[in-house]
Structure formats: C-alpha cells, structure tokens
C-alpha cells in the first residue's frame, strides 16, 4: 500500500519549453501532496504543498508562475515547469500524505530533468 | 519546524549493528519523527516513525528517549544493498499545514 508514482522518470528538453510532470497516488487518496528539488549531492528542498482543490502554497525563493502546480483531484498533482532554462534541471520528487494518516509522507520515484 | 542535526558520514562492515542518532531539541509536543532511506536517483523510502520509546518494525528499530530531543535509528545486520542516506525528519502533517523539511542526512557506506 501508499505507493506514489511519477510520470515521466526522465525527461530531456530544450531551453524555453514547458514540461509537465504528473504525481499519482496509486492505492490512496492523497489530500496532499509535496513537490521537492534535490540538486546532486544534495538533500531535497521543498518547493511547494498543494492540497487538493486548492491553490499550492509555495516556499520562499520559488516562483509560483515558473512552477506550477495542480492538484485537481485526491490522485493526481502535476508540476509545470514553465520556460525550462538549463539552470532548472534538477530531480524532481514528490510526495503524498492521506487524511487517513497525516503523519507519514509517502515519496514517488522521482522525475530527471534535463534541460539542454 | 523542528530542526535535525545528524552526522554527515558513517561507514560500517557488513553484518553490523549501525546505530544514527538525530538531535532535535526544538521538537514540538505534536511532532512525529520519521527516517527515511534514499538511494542514488530514487525518491526517499519510509523506514520507520515514532513519537515517543521505542518502536520496532521488520528492518529497523527507533529509539527515542523520554524527553524526544533526540531519536536513533537502529539497523541489524547491515547489508551492502543498505549502503544509503537516512534522513532524520520532523513535523507534523495535519491537513493543510504540515510540511517536512529535509536536512542534510546521515550517508552509510557499508562495506563488505
């Protein structure tokens, strides 16, 4: 149970396209969901909360017109990166939590983004 | 949010006891802790959680004392495959406000 996926695991796009990532939780329902960068070597660093139905919240430092963020049911969020620049290339993780069990997250595989 | 402070690197042999302690003396009264593995290119794994004692499950022990500044991961028997970064994490998740924030982890080398 609690599984999380992301659709695409990899991606590779020229400078100044949009590139869409999906996050599914596959056997519950996901009241929230997170979205992280994690840079090489580095560890994960948040990037917004979404809850479903509602606007994200971002942290401070992210742009909420180049990234964003869709939670339109207790499935699916989506991360949009607008205008990708190389700088943008990075991991993408997300991750879900139910109203069931707020307490733990649960983590998808990831998405490699290039940006050439 | 409650900060976490781990040591950077471990390294262990195969067939080892590896104990990783977090320190989090900001830890609020609502706050879980949670340990989670992360492999290279991988999305983190959840181990394990606990609020408070000890808490054991079928691939790790946590042990937390009785005023929860702190918590240590216990992992029987290491294995090369359990060569990692464990992640000490805490905070409360509670609908629309709760939010993890990593920090920079414990990575385990373990070698044969």
């Known amino acids: 149970g609690a599984v999380v996926s992301q659709h695409p695991s990899w991606v590779i796009c020229k400078s100044g396209t949009s590139v869409k990532i999906e996050c599914r939780s596959l056997d519950f329902q996901a009241t929230t969901m997170f979205w992280y960068r994690q840079f090489p070597k580095q560890s994960l660093m948040l990037m917004a909360t979404?809850?479903?139905?509602?606007?994200?919240?971002?942290e401070q430092g992210v742009e909420k017109d180049k990234f964003l963020i869709n939670h339109a049911s207790l499935t699916l969020s989506t991360l949009t990166v607008t205008s990708a620049h190389p700088e943008d290339s990075s991991f993408y993780i997300c991750s879900a939590s139910s109203a069931g069990k707020a307490d733990t997250q649960y983590f998808g595989p990831g998405t490699r983004l290039t940006v050439l | 949010l409650a900060k976490t402070t781990q040591p950077i690197s471990m390294d262990s042999y195969e067939g080892q006891e590896v104990n990783i302690t977090c320190s989090h003396n900001?830890?609020?009264?609502?706050?879980?802790i949670t340990w989670y593995q992360q492999f290279p290119s991988q999305g983190p794994r959840f181990i394990i959680q606990?609020?408070?004692t000890k808490v054991t499950n079928e691939v790790a022990s946590l042990f937390i004392p009785a005023d929860r500044k702190s918590s240590t991961l216990s992992l029987p028997r290491v294995s090369l495959s359990d060569t990692a970064v464990y992640y000490c994490l805490v905070g409360l998740l509670s609908g629309n406000t709760g939010k993890l924030i990593f920090g920079q982890g414990t990575t385990l080398q373990v070698k044969p």
């Open positions: 900001n830890i609020a009264t609502n706050d879980y």
């Open positions: 606990g609020y408070k």
């Open positions: 979404s809850n479903e139905g509602s606007k994200a919240t971002y």
